[in-house]
T-cell receptor
Framework: GAVVSQHPSWVICKSGTSVKIECRSLDFQATTMFWYRQFPKQSLMLMATSNEGSKATYEQGVEKDKFLINHASLTLSTLTVTSAHPEDSSFYIC?????????????FGPGTRLTVL | GQQVMQIPQYQHVQEGEDFTTYCNSSTTLSNIQWYKQRPGGHPVFLIQLVKSGEVKKQKRLTFQFGEAKKNSSLHITATQTTDVGTYFCAGVTTMDTGRRALTFGSGTRLQVQP
């Protein structure tokens, strides 16, 4: 099946620093990747939709200047949390859709746990 | 905005008992997807329902999409300990702009006691 990787798996950083998270589709091409955050025992909240070669579409309430998304190729999207603060601590998960299938199935990465001290 | 509600939030069953989770959307959906997330893991796609009134089965799992395409259910017959996890529905809506949005339900956490 399709595999999506995320790097890093977890990161601890100081308040005020920026953190970059990578999302890669390993064996398929994805024009669209999605970024979610998930708080403990809660549902996934869609943050933004990342489209290859164009600007990301952010959900209401998500600051685009704080969560920078770059989808430079059909297999890589990055999320940069700028000037991170403790309230940004969360589990960030990306997902991707296969370019060549008509299915809406999304393949999820393993997630990145961010802790901001 | 669109809301997708799921009930119950949590259910604890004895192994062998049945389990059902229900999903309701505030708006009509293009289709609905179901995912399972094991503790500490990431969501894994189970199935997609597209047609009004559609019923699909995967072994002990039965998925149903309502006639009005606003609700759905997942039923597990004779639960096993391997069924433990959180089950999410995710509704897909198509906006006027043509953009599609996927909204996850709040999830139902299933615990199965051996």
């Amino acid at each position: 099946g399709a595999v999506v990787s995320q790097h890093p798996s977890w990161v601890i950083c100081k308040s005020g620093t920026s953190v970059k998270i990578e999302c890669r589709s390993l064996d398929f091409q994805a024009t669209t990747m999605f970024w979610y955050r998930q708080f403990p025992k809660q549902s996934l909240m869609l943050m933004a939709t990342s489209n290859e070669g164009s600007k990301a579409t952010y959900e209401q309430g998500v600051e685009k200047d704080k969560f920078l998304i770059n989808h430079a190729s059909l297999t890589l999207s990055t999320l940069t949390v700028t000037s991170a603060h403790p309230e940004d601590s969360s589990f960030y998960i990306c997902s991707a859709r296969d370019l060549w299938t008509s299915s809406n199935e999304q393949f999820f990465g393993p997630g990145t746990r961010l802790t901001v001290l | 905005g669109q809301q997708v509600m799921q009930i119950p939030q949590y259910q604890h069953v004895q192994e062998g008992e049945d389990f059902t989770t229900y999903c309701n959307s505030s708006t009509t959906l293009s289709n609905i997807q179901w995912y399972k997330q094991r503790p500490g893991g990431h969501p894994v796609f189970l199935i997609q329902l597209v047609k009004s009134g559609e019923v699909k089965k995967q072994k002990r799992l039965t998925f149903q999409f309502g006639e009005a395409k606003k609700n759905s259910s997942l039923h597990i017959t004779a639960t096993q300990t391997t069924d433990v996890g959180t089950y999410f529905c995710a509704g897909v809506t198509t906006m006027d702009t043509g953009r599609r949005a996927l909204t996850f339900g709040s999830g139902t956490r299933l615990q199965v006691q051996p």
